[in-house]
């Protein structure tokens, strides 16, 4: 069993920075794929970026590339979304997300966060 719990989300005018972590319990954190996923209103969930257990692996959604970075610290249980340029079109709630096998933008992980809310300004 895996909890996830979301926080640093806020409001930011276009362009700006913002910051999201992902602090999950369980003493296996370390063998999970870890993910963001948003969901806009009146849109569907959508993926934002994956990273793999060792953290060398990266997946980035076309929309995020080059302005977002996912990380982890598997010694602190965090997994971060650093979210920069960011647009009008990148507010929604931004969702943490886990499972044991690989997370593509077709997953349906295994556990989710409640999610935390970004909204970026015009």
């Known amino acids: 069993q895996v909890q996830l719990v979301e926080s640093g989300g806020g409001l930011v005018q276009a362009g700006g920075s913002l910051r999201l972590s992902c602090a999950a319990s369980?003493?296996?954190?370390?063998?999970?794929?870890m993910a963001w996923f948003r969901q806009a209103p009146g849109k569907e969930r959508e993926f934002v970026a994956a990273i793999r257990w060792s953290g060398d692996d990266t997946y980035y959604a076309d929309s995020v590339k080059g302005r977002f970075i996912i990380s982890r610290d598997n010694a602190k249980n965090t997994v971060d979304l650093q979210m920069v340029s960011l647009k009008p079109e990148d507010t929604a709630v931004y969702y943490c997300?886990?499972?044991?096998?690989?997370?593509?933008?077709?997953?349906?992980?295994?556990?989710w966060g409640q999610g935390t809310q970004v909204t970026v300004s015009s």
């Open positions: 369980g003493r296996t954190f370390s063998s999970y794929t």
């Open positions: 997300a886990a499972d044991r096998l690989p997370i593509y933008s077709s997953s349906r992980p295994r556990y």
